[in-house]
């Protein structure tokens, strides 16, 4: 069971707001990506998201996302990101489980209907293609609305014996208690989270939610993900 975050991609230049005090490309976090703020003012973030999703084109994925695409290849995975972008497909990953949705698709306010638009401007698919309703927006999940993947969050941690938590703060999804769910954990991350680590005295760290700490970006991190997980397995 693999649970990223924004550092899995932050090494292929997809900017993230929890660094920068609130802000995603300079733009109030709360403005657009939240209910209140798409009830307020939907062109602001309608252009909000035409311009992530043509910022998007030009990506590539990282050696964390190549690396991924080969533990697909060996193993059974429930490979659940909170990233909205595509670079894990990009490398190649088949089974992806998008948990607050994707920048590169649209959905149909009427009826549901999800469909792909690459790298195009909304405004440049303004019909639904399912049933013709002009009621549609992104397909990214807000702040203040359900997140109906997560239903698989429970599913994968049935069906899994290994978890592993890339690049997330802990502060969206809380990956301490899906650690406790496993006997072997492995937490890859650059720098101690406050929600994920706890702290012992005099300063020293005790990691007492994951079994395994590596402290490390995503793309430096793999070669020792792999090793611990040929040692488990």
Same mark, same amino acid.
């Given at each position: 069971?693999?649970v990223? *975050?924004? *550092?899995?991609?932050?090494?292929?230049?997809?900017?993230?707001?929890?660094?920068?005090?609130?802000?995603?490309?300079?733009?109030?976090?709360?403005?657009?990506c939240?209910?209140? *703020?798409?009830?307020?003012?939907r062109?602001?973030?309608?252009?909000?998201?035409?311009?992530?999703?043509?910022?998007?084109?030009?990506?590539?994925?990282?050696?964390?996302?190549?690396?991924?695409?080969?533990?697909?290849?060996? !193993?059974?995975?429930?490979?659940?990101?909170?990233?909205?972008?595509?670079?894990?497909?990009?490398?190649?990953?088949?089974?992806?489980?998008?948990?607050?949705?994707?920048?590169?698709?649209?959905?149909?306010?009427?009826?549901?209907?999800?469909?792909?638009?690459? !790298?195009?401007?909304?405004?440049?698919?303004?019909?639904?293609?399912?049933?013709?309703?002009?009621?549609?927006?992104?397909?990214?999940?807000?702040?203040?609305?359900?997140?109906?993947e997560?239903?698989?969050?429970?599913?994968?941690?049935?069906?899994?014996?290994?978890?592993?938590a890339?690049?997330?703060?802990?502060?969206?999804?809380?990956?301490?208690p899906?650690?406790?769910?496993?006997?072997?954990?492995?937490?890859?991350?650059?720098?101690?989270?406050?929600y994920?680590?706890?702290?012992?005295?005099h300063?020293?760290?005790?990691?007492?939610?994951?079994?395994?700490?590596?402290?490390?970006?995503? *793309?430096?991190?793999?070669?020792?993900?792999?090793?611990?997980?040929?040692?488990?397995?």
């Open positions: 069971m693999i990223s *975050g924004a *550092g899995l991609s932050a090494q292929s230049g997809i900017k993230t707001f929890r660094d920068h005090d609130g802000l995603w490309e300079n733009y109030d976090v709360m403005q657009v939240s209910t209140q *703020g798409w009830e307020a003012d062109d602001l973030v309608t252009q909000f998201y035409n311009a992530r999703r043509k910022d998007l084109e030009d990506k590539k994925p990282n050696p964390a996302h190549f690396a991924l695409a080969e533990l697909e290849k060996k !193993y059974t995975l429930y490979n659940l990101t909170q990233n909205v972008d595509n670079l894990l497909e990009k490398a190649g990953c088949q089974e992806v489980i998008h948990l607050h949705g994707t920048l590169t698709d649209l959905r149909c306010e009427e009826c549901g209907h999800v469909w792909n638009v690459e !790298y195009d401007a909304q405004g440049e698919h303004d019909v639904c293609p399912s049933c013709e309703s002009e009621h549609i927006r992104h397909n990214v999940v807000m702040f203040g609305e359900a997140a109906p997560y239903r698989r969050i429970y599913e994968a941690i049935e069906a899994c014996d290994i978890f592993v890339i690049g997330t703060s802990g502060q969206v999804i809380d990956i301490v899906i650690a406790s769910e496993f006997t072997h954990s492995i937490l890859i991350n650059p720098k101690r989270e406050e994920v680590t706890s702290f012992g005295s300063d020293k760290y005790i990691d007492e939610y994951f079994s395994h700490f590596i402290q490390k970006n995503a *793309g430096e991190a793999m070669d020792e993900l792999f090793e611990i997980i040929e040692g488990l397995t």
